[in-house]
């Protein structure tokens, strides 16, 4: 039996699409004929990517009472042109090329694919992605920027430790950690030429001190002259570049807690989360900004970071692996270091990470507890007034249910050919 549908089609009655390039755009823009009837004009056009040409065609677009304007995310060519017309008071929406794709078989051309992403537009079939306002933007750029010489100076630190192993130096068979005071310390006598292992190894401090014999042994490829000039000389510009490196993270630093100062609040209330620190909270704002209204549900946030299970269902079965996919990689690494971190800790969280990290192992475990977390925050964010509380590690324990623990235990003794009789203990 039919059940009457009340669908109707809404559509926008002035709408602009931009297919955007390097050094030019197509600009396909879709109003209603004159003379009242129900015709669609268009109007395509090509402009060039700079900054004139781009405030003439903003400029244009107000003048023709445009709602709303789309373009695809290609590359980073779409941020001028989208931050420009954002300044015009238009409403720029920044969509995903993968929901706009053609059907097959027809022409692909930049004037085809502006008018084709205008007619879509205009019928509301897309939805528009996240792009964060302009203190968050400022603030990512920062911290995207800090991510990215921490792994500079990851990767120059393995260098080094290459380096010193073609050297047969094996330091970092005995040291946890060769940058330390010690380490640094007989690197920087390595560069002044010292050759003797007795000499290099009583540089050691603190706990190092006790693995002295150690330490001789080593050192002891130097005196055959494993170390010589080009390894000090690679040497010197490596913890050049680390210690270079560090002061720019430094000064990096000090710019992402200027900018953070207006969210002062919301860092302070997301550091109480087991595993996240200031600077933690400070990628996660960045990349999640601070209006939850972009996400109506905890749900919706996690759906977005790709922290949900993929659900692909098709006669009836499930169908792939039920992978999360690819979603913001900051985000993702920031929150999988706070989930093993929480996992270390005595808390609600920690205990989560375990539980499942024994079942189903620790990359389950990180995008759980990684899920949990976003689920904490989007509550920390929407509400200005709300804490965390930590449910406690015992949390599992208390809330389980005594007679089906009881029923599970029986089950599994039967199992093993076991008949059990039960008596309480008063």
């Not at 996992?343 to 205990?351: K, V």
Request: charged share 25%.
């Amino acid at each position: 039996m039919f059940a009457e549908s009340t669908d109707e089609e809404q559509i926008i009655e002035r709408v602009a699409a931009l297919d955007i390039g390097k050094a030019e755009l197509v600009c396909c823009v879709r109003v209603p004929a004159s003379g009242g009837s129900s015709r669609r004009v268009q109007e395509v056009t090509t402009h060039t990517t700079m900054t004139r040409s781009l405030a003439e065609l903003a400029n244009r677009l107000v003048d023709l009472r445009v709602e709303r304007v789309v373009m695809e995310a290609t590359s980073d060519y779409w941020k001028p042109v989208f931050y420009l017309l954002e300044a015009h008071g238009l409403n720029p929406w920044l969509v995903n090329a993968r929901d706009v794709k053609h059907l097959p078989g027809r022409p692909k051309t930049d004037v085809l694919d502006a008018v084709w992403l205008c007619k879509v537009a205009e019928r509301q079939m897309l939805r528009p992605s996240f792009v964060p306002p302009r203190p968050i933007r400022v603030l990512r750029d920062l911290t995207r920027y800090r991510i990215d010489l921490v792994a500079a100076r990851t990767a120059e630190k393995n260098r080094v430790e290459k380096l010193l192993e073609d050297a047969c130096i094996k330091l970092s068979v005995v040291a946890s950690d060769i940058f330390g005071v010690s380490g640094r310390a007989m690197m920087a006598a390595l560069i002044a030429g010292e050759r003797d292992p007795k000499v290099l190894a009583d540089l050691a401090r603190a706990r190092l001190r006790a693995k002295i014999a150690t330490l001789e042994e080593a050192f002891a490829g130097l005196p055959a002259g494993g170390f010589d000039d080009h390894h000090r000389f690679l040497l010197e510009r490596m913890l050049g570049r680390v210690d270079a490196i560090d002061a720019d993270i430094a000064v990096l630093d000090a710019q992402i807690e200027a900018h953070l100062a207006p969210f002062d609040q919301a860092v302070q209330r997301l550091d109480e989360i087991p595993g996240i620190g200031p600077v933690s909270a400070a990628i996660v704002i960045a990349e999640v900004g601070l209006d939850m209204t972009q996400f109506p549900t905890a749900g919706h946030l996690c759906s977005w970071a790709k922290f949900s299970p993929g659900i692909k269902s098709s006669a009836g079965k499930s169908k792939g692996n039920g992978s999360t996919g690819h979603g913001n990689r900051y985000l993702a690494r920031v929150l999988g270091e706070a989930a093993v971190m929480a996992g270390r800790s005595d808390t609600f969280l920690g205990e989560r990470y375990r539980r499942i990290a024994r079942r189903r192992g620790k990359k389950k475990a990180i995008v759980a507890v990684g899920r949990s977390m976003l689920v904490i925050i989007w509550h920390l964010l929407s509400d200005p007034d709300a804490r965390f509380r930590d449910l406690g590690a015992d949390h599992f324990t208390r809330s389980v249910n005594a007679d089906a623990r009881k029923r599970n235990h029986i089950r599994q003794l039967e199992a093993l050919g076991y008949r059990v009789t039960l008596e309480s203990v008063a």
